[in-house]
RNA sequence: GUGGUCAUAGCUCAGUUGGUUAGAGCGUCGGAUUGUGGUUCCGAAGGUCGCGGGUUCGAGCCCCGUUUUCCACCCCA
């Protein structure tokens, strides 16, 4: 007997994380719903081309590629199986992989589908995704996101519409959370200024640094990607901004004043900082330099939250993209989206036991029997209670009293309905209530007033 | 990809300097109680000690490899 088990990075769910896990997706859909975002789905893969080249060089590296179905071997030319380097090769043993986030394929989707889209399209879109990542602390290769994009509109209304969803999702699930902001210009800005625009990559990972491994390193990283004494000098004012969102902004204004883009993107930041001023969001919003984010297709706001009372990567992230259905040949489609990491999201509300009594999915009642006839007889009474919306369970066979009963205790199940031959007789059941221990002999209608009651 | 760490019953874990037959709690099943659960008492089932090799008279324990767990880095939800 082999012992079983699953690959690494995933996890089984059982019935009560998967109670607690749709009261997470229930709340964000309700939420999604409410400023008018419809669903989608794409498959669970895609081509390769499709997926490659999109998130770099690294998230290439993490695309989990499926290997071609029969023959795989046969696109591999004779003899070259061990000239081929391994890149070389999956080229040609594999054509589709698991899909990455949901961004990309929405871009897809939209570009293949815009026949049946109207812009500005709003669209929500929650499944799994998978990353060929080592597991740990808040990292699965196998988890979910929970995505809403607008695209085909370059309004900064949208970035206000997500930021209004974000602080919505967070009050309703009770978690404290702070909402960081930047934009993409600025960071562009902040290269142009100092002359070194080719190495704005280098300088966001290393300044995304700049609270983990201090000033210090972040200058030494800098100069070690080859940037000039003057250029990091020029950097300092940027790196020690400090004071309220207005103050930083100000303070960067004089710094970027001869930047046009960078200008653009402190402005596009003001307007949307004031907007959410005037709608009052109560989510603390900090602007933060350091916040770049590795994927390279943002090119406006860009946004990540992360949770207050737990220490957690963050739990939802997002940003403006101008052009990212341009490689699949639609031009000129701005878009911008967030992500809410589910999975996180649990882990967040379990280490804060923030979930309520999730009694919706529960059963109310158990019929427990003594023989199949009198099963037969229960099961024309939870046909009808089922009808009114009641969730009832009939157990399915004549066992052992002791046994019926334990069952309705494992599965906090509150009522049992007894069926003996005196109750058949009489037209009757025994209602017995699970908490109070206390019975007594009801008729149908007496039955369902009872349960109806105690909702 | 780099570094560390863990692995013993279904679950959580004990297991002495390497020494006879590897233990506990919980859970499961049976009984006390043949029409009553959650409490109590009694009993039972359940183990290739992750896998492979090595050292030794002898390995759950030591060594090597491998896989897995968890964690950090990289990166990210």
């Not at 061990?82 to 989707?109: C, H, M, N, W």
């Not at 003057?230 to 001869?258: C, D, H, R, W, Y």
């Amino acid at each position: 007997m082999q012992k079983p088990s699953i690959p690494k990075g995933t996890r089984d769910f059982t019935p009560l994380e998967m109670a607690n896990r749709n009261y997470i997706f229930d709340t964000i859909k309700e939420v999604f719903r409410l400023y008018g975002f419809q669903q989608i789905e794409t498959p669970a893969m895609e081509n390769l081309s499709t997926l490659m080249g999109k998130y770099g060089e690294e998230g290439d590296k993490l695309l989990f590629k499926i290997l071609n179905s029969g023959d795989f071997l046969n696109q591999v030319p004779e003899g070259e199986l061990s000239t081929l380097s391994s890149l070389q090769l999956t080229g040609k043993i594999s054509e589709k992989g698991l899909r990455y986030d949901l961004t990309v394929p929405f871009a897809r989707f939209v570009v293949q589908n815009r026949d049946k889209i109207s812009f500005p399209f709003k669209r929500y879109q929650i499944q799994p995704v998978w990353r060929a990542d080592r597991p740990q602390k808040g990292r699965y290769r196998e988890f979910y996101q929970c995505d809403v994009d607008v695209v085909g509109s370059d309004s900064l209304l949208n970035e206000l519409e997500l930021i209004q969803i974000v602080d919505e999702v967070y009050r309703r699930l009770n978690i404290r959370v702070v909402l960081k902001l930047n934009n993409r210009k600025i960071l562009s800005g902040i290269a142009e200024m100092i002359g070194e625009a080719e190495k704005i990559t280098d300088i966001t990972v290393a300044i995304d640094k700049l609270d983990k491994i201090g000033l210090e390193k972040v200058n030494e990283e800098i100069a070690s990607k080859g940037i000039s004494k003057e250029a990091i000098a020029l950097l300092q004012p940027i790196l020690l901004l400090s004071g309220t969102n207005a103050e930083k902004l100000e303070q960067l204004k004089s710094v970027l004043a001869g930047s046009e883009i960078g200008l653009k993107g402190i402005e596009e930041i003001s307007t949307i900082i004031g907007l959410c001023e005037t709608m009052k969001i109560d989510t603390p919003i900090e602007l933060d330099l350091t916040l770049a984010r590795g994927l390279n297709y943002y090119t406006g706001a860009i946004f990540e939250v992360k949770a207050l009372d737990v220490q957690i990567g963050s739990i939802t992230g997002g940003g403006r993209y101008d052009n990212l259905t341009g490689v699949f040949g639609m031009e000129g489609v701005s878009g911008v989206g967030i992500s809410f990491g589910a999975d996180r999201i649990y882990d967040v509300l379990n280490q804060l036991e923030l979930y309520p009594e999730t009694s919706a999915e529960q059963t109310r009642l158990l019929f427990v029997s003594f023989g199949w006839k009198e099963l037969n007889y229960c099961l024309a009474w939870a046909a009808q209670l089922r009808k009114l919306g009641i969730n009832t369970e009939v157990y399915p066979e004549p066992a052992k009293m002791k046994k019926q009963m334990s069952y309705a205790d494992g599965k906090k199940i509150p009522f049992v309905a007894i069926v003996g031959e005196t109750e058949m007789i009489a037209g009757k059941v025994m209602l017995k209530d699970m908490k109070s221990g206390q019975q007594q002999l009801v008729s149908r209608e007496e039955l369902i007033a009872t349960l109806g009651n105690a909702e």
